[in-house]
């Protein structure tokens, strides 16, 4: 899997640490300071009591304490946000095996935030607290192990925590077990279930599922076509500021579908989403800068857009730096330049990019191709700059 992502999930995490606390009071004590008072305080979201009522606590060395600590350290409630103090608070509850903590300390080293970035350290937390049932640091931990960080790969072991944490009402597990049913990942392809895990996770405000649902709607995969659905949820991811749900909104009102036609609605959500360097709007913005969809053509913008998108890995967009080279627009023509570039494009996926370095390769001599083929091969985001 490429999705990569390390949501704090703060909400969850609140109603977990919570809960916890609310059972372990009864057992509290011997720990100095007012360790109920505070921990009551930290139930009822009265941040700048809790935090004066649990130093003492946590200092003496309680983990409850602490873990609260640390929470509201990390969240910026009660007191002004220290990621620093946070992950030395964290570490103090985790080392005692709060469960909470944990997960919590696996996520600033996922980040690197707050500590020196550690996926090895990330992977060792979230286990340690999966371990325990806490259902976000098992979808952390399918993820790392579905991608091999911190970790080796292990596809069986990523579908065990990934479906474990799904079946606990994670949003991000369910998400996870939605893209790879819908891709076939480690699983049986089934778009069905793919819609049914989507949309657990998208009901939870999963931003990427969101965007995920709107665009099976929108196609017709998994579920009956529904433009005014995909509408809905491209909304709805775009609102929590996922560039996809932008896109996707974008593409709709382009369109025409499900919606009255409005290319300046269009144009100003993929520029909202280019903005957050989405590849797709940065391609697309590419192509109407090209051609004069909407704007003034600029062929330097359009390359300059093409080029980030493929920085970032997007098919399409190396294949439309290829047009540009082979056509001579705004450029040298160079059909070995041109080559390479549908070589990048055919390497990320592009299907059209195959087919346009198939047609060129009459054009050029065995060397020409070699090397165009190394140069390809050798390529680097950092190229582009």
Known sequence: MKTRTFPVQIKSFLFLFVSLSVLLLAGCGGSGGDLEGGLAAYGRREWATAFNKLQEPAEAGNADAQAALAYMYDNGTGVRRDARAA??????????????????????????????????????????????????????????????????????????????????????????????????????????????????????????AEAMVATMFRDGEGTAQDYKQAFEWFERAGQHGESKGKVGLANLYQKGLGVPADPAKATALYQSAAGQGDPAALWVLGVRYETGDGVTVDIEQARNMYRQAAMKGYGPAYTSIGKLFAGGVGVTKDYVEAYKYWRLGENAGDDNAKKLRLSIEPRLNPDQISYAIAAAANWTPASEK
Not at 93 to 113: C, M, P, R, V
Not at 120 to 148: H, I, P, R
């Open 87 to 208: 992950a030395k608070w964290y570490e103090k509850a985790a080392q005692q095996g709060n469960a909470a903590a944990q997960y919590s300390l696996g996520l600033l080293y996922a980040k690197g935030d707050g500590v020196t970035f550690d996926a090895k350290q990330a992977a060792n937390w979230f286990d340690k607290a999966a371990a325990q049932d806490v259902a976000g640091a098992q979808a952390q931990l399918g993820l790392m192990y579905a991608e091999g960080r911190g970790v080796a790969p292990d596809d069986k072991i990523a579908m065990k925590w990934i479906k474990k944490a799904a079946g606990s009402g994670d949003a991000l597990g369910q998400y996870l077990l939605a893209v790879r049913y819908l891709k076939g990942e480690g699983i049986a392809k089934d778009s069905k279930q793919a819609m049914f895990w989507g949309i657990k996770a998208a009901r939870q405000s999963n931003a990427a």
